[in-house]
């Protein structure tokens, strides 16, 4: 017996737009990351404005485990915002390294979308606590600015 899918399971589109905010929010964590690696040290290193940003253009050009070893090697943050970020950097690289080979065998059938909806949205949800909070770290680090 030949099963018939649909073209388009329901809430496949809410889904698509879901993965993407979750990819794009991990992108603005890491930015959020490399600015916060890039002011610590010019706060407590000494960096110039052209070392930082330098430093900022490279760990936005590689995977985002590189920011957070960065980090966790010479700009500590607090355990509780860094358990966090490794929590977060793991859902996001399930979405953009497992997600695909995990769901499309559901997808296909119209089966587990609300499932993945609320990863999704669970990821978005994350991210957006972790850029609000890196910028009040590094609003402690440097009150009146750069």
Known sequence: MKI????????FRELCERVGLALMMGQKVQYALAYYFSVYHMVNSGWSK?????????H???P???IVNSIEKSAPLDGALFKKVLRFK??????????DDESTQYIAKGERIDHYISEMSGIVS?????VKALNNVGEELVPTGI
């Open 60 to 62: 936005l050009s590689k």
């Open 64 to 66: 985002m485990g590189v």
């Open 50 to 58: 052209e070392e930082a940003m330098r430093k900022v253009d490279f």
């Open 90 to 99: 793991e859902r996001r690289n399930w979405v953009a390294h497992d997600f």
């Open 126 to 130: 994350l991210a957006l606590e972790l």
């Open 4 to 11: 018939d899918y649909p073209l388009e399971p329901e809430k």
